[in-house]
């Protein structure tokens, strides 16, 4: 079974430029998660979808901030514009109802501006 | 969320047990405790849960302490791949599968 995907690894942009993360979660997964991990900390919960609904997005920075789970599979993380301080490891993951409380991460981007 | 107290870091020795302790004294009755782990350059990954009773897998046993105040992850048998961040996490099975990580607990291996 094929985990969950995640590209680009890396990226590399100029402060005030857009980025984009793409996810894609392990088949039959209903519920994705972003998270946002700084060097030296545990991974922060941006948003939660369920299906193509986000049910929890209370710490997504809105302002620069955007994601989107069209048809409830794949989905993408934007940010627009990037600061210095967005430089981190941004990682997916997903989880099935059936299992509760069991996440499976991908490998996550890792995020510098420049 | 109730919170978890972890160690900042340990040391053990390969092939030898290792005992990862976690705190949490303002545990609520419907908490599980969950612990993952994350490996350099990897995303974090699960490796073992449990509410009241002792939880035993192919990766780790989980002792839980009567009172549910704290909680140990035992690795029996150390490898140098057991290196890695261990995170005790509270969370509500049901509902939000909300997953609050703190700092976690690094652990090397000595060969």
């Not at chain 2, 509270?90 to 060969?111: C, D, Y």
Request: glycine share 6%; charged share 20%; aromatic share 8%.
């Amino acid at each position: 079974e094929a985990g969950v995907v995640q590209s680009p690894r890396y990226k590399i942009i100029e402060k005030k430029q857009p980025v984009a993360f793409w996810c894609n979660p392990i088949s039959g997964h209903n519920t994705l998660y972003w998270y946002r991990q700084n060097l030296g900390q545990g991974p922060e919960l941006l948003i939660r979808y369920e299906n193509e609904e986000a049910v929890d997005d209370s710490q997504l920075p809105k302002d620069r901030f955007s994601a989107e789970r069209l048809k409830g599979v794949d989905s993408t993380l934007k940010i627009q514009p990037a600061e210095l301080g967005d430089s981190a490891v941004y990682l997916c993951a997903s989880s099935h109802t059936a299992v509760p409380g069991t996440q499976y991460f991908g490998p996550g981007t890792r995020l510098l501006v420049l | 969320d109730a919170k978890t107290t972890q160690p900042n870091s340990m040391e053990s020795n390969e092939e030898e047990p290792v005992h990862l302790p976690c705190n949490h004294s303002t545990i609520s009755g419907t908490d599980y405790i969950h612990w993952y782990r994350q490996l350099p350059s990897q995303g974090p990954e699960y490796v073992i849960h449990g509410l009241t009773s002792n939880v035993n897998n192919r990766m780790a046993s989980l002792a839980i302490a009567e009172d549910r105040k704290s909680s140990t992850l035992i690795l029996h048998r150390a490898t140098l791949r057991d290196a890695a961040v261990y995170y005790c996490i509270l969370s509500l099975l049901q509902g939000a599968q909300k997953l609050v990580f703190g700092q976690g607990t690094r652990l090397t291996i000595n060969p």
